[in-house]
């Protein structure tokens, strides 16, 4: 894929350096027949180091993903080769089928067809909490 | 409009004045409510081995002059043959008017309450929530104390996974003036969350030490709770720390004269029997005062969600 030269598709950029791979998997790109270019390590002004995802089709995706693994990361929209929007992320309030939570008490782990669903406690600090039983995210 | 009650803060503190009045006006006047509900029925789902919460909802449901109908364990319901709470609450809202649940899963009270067309209120979700504990818990503390400010709260036992405990320290905070005393043993300590969540949030000073006795003095409500054993994975965990803390007359001897102990029960051993008959005991009247307060949100839930 030459990746200069996206018609329609998404570029995802200022990812911080090392969560490109991440994102990539979170986002299932991993399970699509598309053609998407992961760019690591690259040189930027603001950053010193950045990764870059470049998906070479307009497909929907879960932007609140990409948001929670990096808040300061943008979303490009490529349409005819123009860029049409710009999307800054921010942290979500909530957080569906993103985290899942670990506690073995919580409904979630016996109840299969529920949705993960977690609540944004601390922006700053970036904690979670499952919605159902409250755990933390990741404790 | 329906509504749940699922954690104690989803009642202000209006209502909860709103509570303690009713139940108040039905000590006062019970044959006024002899027939408040009638043809109303609750459903008690209790998917976990409970007495007196599920007896306290239904001997609340019958002074109402309302019906009760009953799972009284996750084995004699449709639970065992792979049926979700979502369908269980679903199904459950087509026989009844209110349900009343328990849960050994966390948050399996919000799964119903989300599914059901009727209120629910969570009777205990696994070490999460109870609610109406923590109702009959400020009756109690409103009856022996007439206030809910400027109270010293010692809170001793299992204050890890008692639910009864974070449920009413959400509670107190909300009032000016109060100080929390966490006895506890260092494995058993209040997790970060309700610290962070309720005590420092609204900067309420609280102590923690594994000292009943030293405690004692400065306490007005002294709230003992049971080591669960349900809650620990491990029995050897358990074993260890079950007796931690043993209530005895000795250990009130230099506790305040106006002192309250309170104990959502069952006790096991944390209250020596020989204090039953201390004026200050008032476990057993927080259990009548819990049916009272059960009385009446179910009242107020079945008035807000026009089946009354």
Known sequence: MNIDSIQNGVVIDHIKAGQGMKLYHLLKLDETELSVAIIRNVTSGKMGKKDIIKIDADIPLNLDIVAYVDPGATVNIIRSGELVEKRQMELPEILTDVLYCKNPRCITSTEQELHHVFKLEDREKKVYRCLYCETKAGG | ?308
């Not at chain 2, 909860?16 to 000590?27: S, V």
């Not at chain 2, 309450?113 to 629910?120: E, L």
């Open chain 2, 1 to 308: 409009m329906k509504r749940s009650v699922i954690d104690i803060l989803d009642l202000s503190t209006a209502e909860l004045e709103e509570l303690i009045a009713t139940a108040e006006d039905i000590i006062a006047n019970p044959d006024k409510y002899a027939h408040a509900c009638d043809r109303r029925i609750l459903a008690t789902l209790f998917f976990e081995p409970s007495t007196r919460t599920r007896m306290s909802f239904e001997a609340a449901m019958y002074e109402l002059g309302g019906h009760v109908i009953s799972v009284s364990s996750a084995g004699s319901s449709s639970a065992a043959k792979g049926e979700s709470v979502a369908d269980t609450a679903k199904t459950v809202s087509c026989y009844a008017d209110i349900i009343a649940m328990r849960h050994p899963k966390e948050g399996a009270a919000y799964v119903a309450a989300t599914n059901a067309s009727i209120p629910v209120i969570n009777a205990g979700d696994g070490g999460h929530c109870h609610p109406t504990q923590t109702l009959a818990d400020l009756l109690t503390i409103w009856r022996e104390k007439r206030r809910f400010e400027g109270l010293t709260i010692g809170l001793c036992g299992d204050l890890k996974f008692g639910r009864t405990v974070h449920s009413l320290i959400n509670a107190m905070t909300r009032y000016n003036g109060n100080r929390f005393v966490l006895i506890s043993p260092e494995e058993l300590k209040v997790p970060s969350y309700v610290k962070r969540g309720s005590l420092k949030k609204y900067n309420i000073p609280y102590t923690q030490t594994t000292d009943l006795e030293a405690a004692m003095p400065e306490l007005d409500i002294l709230y003992m709770t049971r080591i669960q054993r349900e809650r620990f994975f491990n029995e050897e965990d358990y074993l260890r720390l079950k007796d931690s803390y043993i209530l005895t007359p000795d250990k009130l001897r230099n506790a305040k004269p106006d002192l309250s102990i309170l104990h959502p029960l069952p006790r096991v051993n944390e209250i020596s029997v020989a204090i039953d008959d201390d004026p200050r005991a008032c476990y057993f009247k927080q259990v009548l005062n819990g049916k009272y307060m059960r009385m009446a949100l179910i009242l107020k839930l079945l008035k807000e969600a026009g089946r009354l």
